[in-house]
């Protein structure tokens, strides 16, 4: 697998922590969307690692297609 699996086509909105770090589902198999499940360990592609700076509500990509991994962009709409 190479190509993501599109999750939803809406993003996810999570209030995040500051200094918390997120492990961001990026092959779209995880049961746990928009985080990791380790469900990418049959695929190449591996989870985004990203690390919150402040305390606050974030829209995670949950169609995998962002340019702006792993936030959403909109793409989703276009799918």
């Keep these: 697998m190479?190509?993501?699996?599109?999750?939803?086509?809406?993003p996810a909105a999570v209030?995040?922590?500051?200094n918390k770090t997120y492990a961001w589902c990026a092959c779209?198999?995880?049961k746990k969307q928009p985080f990791c499940d380790?469900?990418?360990s049959t695929t190449e592609i591996r989870p985004l690692i990203w690390?919150?700076?402040q305390t606050?509500?974030?829209?995670f990509c949950q169609c995998?297609?962002?340019k702006n991994k792993p936030f959403c962009?909109?793409?989703?709409k276009t799918l």
């Design 15 to 18: 209030e995040v922590e500051v």
């Design 28 to 30: 779209g198999l995880s």
């Design 73 to 76: 962009d909109g793409v989703h």
């Design 64 to 66: 995998k297609h962002s």
């Design 38 to 40: 380790g469900s990418h």
């Design 2 to 10: 190479t190509e993501p699996k599109i999750a939803f086509k809406y």
């Design 56 to 59: 606050k509500t974030v829209h």
């Design 51 to 53: 690390k919150a700076d």
